[in-house]
């Protein structure tokens, strides 16, 4: 398995690309934790400090999205400026520092600060990792590698409900549930240094023979070259007065867009945030609605394992179909639900359909698509604009949830993002190019032919 076939020459190693991959990834496991640890401290924490429900949405619980909000519309700059490899480290240290000090506040305004600047490093990190996969991969295993940073994401998500389950029910302190992060954080931070610089970024920054020793260690020598020659006339191509808001992009611009909108009207963060809180509205007591929190991070593990498997087989817009389709029925049904005041396990059950329609879905393809789709040296910009749309609706979205379920429903919220579902399987059919196995350089010309 340590190097891949095709045609009868060996192209590339795989095993090195994986490693690679799986530790920039790392940073989607710290965020996943650090985005869901604390529904574990939801009510303890307004509780503690005494917060009316729209502090409590906006400051407490939803810093971090604003943070995410900063590090995606500034995270292109240190990916440019220092490299994804620096700007990995960085993500590192800004969540070890956030862990702490979060983990030690003692008011909700020094606890949302911490929280602030991890959020950064999540924002930071929606950009980097998925550019440096993307500039690291052969075509034909593109999808999956890059979407083993989604896989880790949900992987850190299942351990954050772990941990908030298993030190709830021993009586821990919330300090100890949220503090906790410094350990991946630190462990993610020394493997970072062990991964080289992107190619790619090397060649745009007039360091080809580094580049090339990169391109050596994972392809033939033949390939190399070949590699070498499309990303050097690829950065001569370069107009330095371009930018992703010119006419001939609108319609990448667009595609970005409206996935990264779609994702968050889902309703995918405003349940994860909210888990335990919505479980608990169904007759579930807390240490139950924990529990049930857990079954989504399991759920949300195993289907997007399978969208790994899937997303170079089938395709970006096949997974996109399935995910649009599960949203549908289970928000429906989840709506109904709330309404009609069903008990038991019944509303969870549909939560865990939805988790598994977003795991398989958007969950697994939107970095994916977004990282493919803009120029080498667009791609940090392009980025950029994806996370920004995505998590300032990420930040405005979960921190209205507990004022529109105290005023308008619950029933209400579920059937809005429904109806944006509809709009989403639309979207998918009529405006979602599929994008699996073609070189990002060839990618990008058809997109703008």
């Not at 440019?80 to 969540?95: A, E, F, H, N, Q």
């Not at 880790?152 to 992060?181: H, P, Q």
């Not at 029925?329 to 709506?335: D, Q």
Request: glycine share 8%; charged share 15%; aromatic share 14%.
């Amino acid at each position: 398995m340590d190097k891949i076939k095709l045609n009868g020459n060996i192209n590339y190693n795989l095993s090195r690309l994986f490693r690679w991959s799986i530790i920039a990834g790392l940073a989607g496991f710290l965020f996943g934790f650090d985005t869901v640890v604390i529904s574990g401290a939801d009510k303890t924490l307004q509780s503690l400090w005494s917060s009316s429900d729209l502090y409590h949405g906006i400051i407490v619980m939803s810093m971090a999205l604003w943070g995410t909000v900063i590090g995606a519309i500034f995270g292109g700059i240190p990916n440019d400026k220092l490299g994804r490899k620096k700007t990995l480290i960085l993500i590192g240290v800004l969540y070890s520092i956030s862990a702490i000090g979060s983990s030690l506040a003692v008011s909700a305004e020094i606890f949302s600060l911490f929280r602030f600047i991890g959020g950064i490093g999540i924002g930071i990190s929606t950009i980097a990792v998925p550019s440096y996969i993307t500039e690291i991969s052969p075509p034909e295993n593109r999808g999956t590698l890059v979407s083993l940073y989604q896989f880790n994401v949900v992987f850190g998500m299942l351990f954050a409900f772990l941990s908030n389950y298993i030190l709830n029910d021993f009586g821990i302190s919330w300090r100890v549930m949220i503090g906790i992060e410094i350990i991946p954080a630190i462990i993610y931070t020394i493997f970072t240094f062990s991964i080289p610089n992107s190619p790619r970024w090397l060649i745009a920054n007039k360091r080809s023979e580094e580049a090339e020793i990169v391109l050596n260690e994972i392809n033939s020598k033949k390939i190399t070259k070949q590699l070498m020659t499309e990303i050097i006339l690829d950065v001569d191509a370069k107009k330095l007065e371009e930018n992703i808001f010119l006419k001939k992009y609108r319609f990448i611009l667009y595609l970005t867009f409206l996935i990264a909108f779609f994702n968050q009207f889902s309703g995918i963060n405003a349940i994860l945030y909210y888990a335990p809180r919505i479980f608990e509205e169904t007759g579930l007591g807390y240490n139950d609605a924990l529990l049930s929190s857990v079954l989504i991070g399991i759920v949300m593990v195993a289907f997007t394992l399978i969208g790994v498997f899937l997303i170079d087989r089938i395709g970006r817009k096949n997974l996109m179909y399935f995910g649009s389709i599960g949203y549908i029925i289970s928000l429906s049904l989840i709506s109904f639900g709330l309404a009609a005041e069903w008990g038991g396990v019944s509303v969870p059950i549909l939560i865990l359909i939805f988790i598994a329609s977003h795991g398989i879905g958007q969950g697994t393809v939107i970095w994916v698509f977004i990282s493919e789709i803009f120029p080498n040296h667009l791609r940090s910009s392009g980025q950029s604009f994806g996370s920004s749309v995505h998590w300032i609706l990420a930040a405005i979205i979960p921190s209205m949830i507990p004022y529109l379920f105290s005023t308008i429903g619950s029933e209400i919220v579920f059937s809005f993002f429904t109806l944006m579902m509809i709009f989403q399987l639309l979207f998918v059919k009529y405006l979602m190019p599929e994008t699996k196995g073609v070189s990002i350089e060839e990618l990008f010309k058809k997109l703008i032919s």
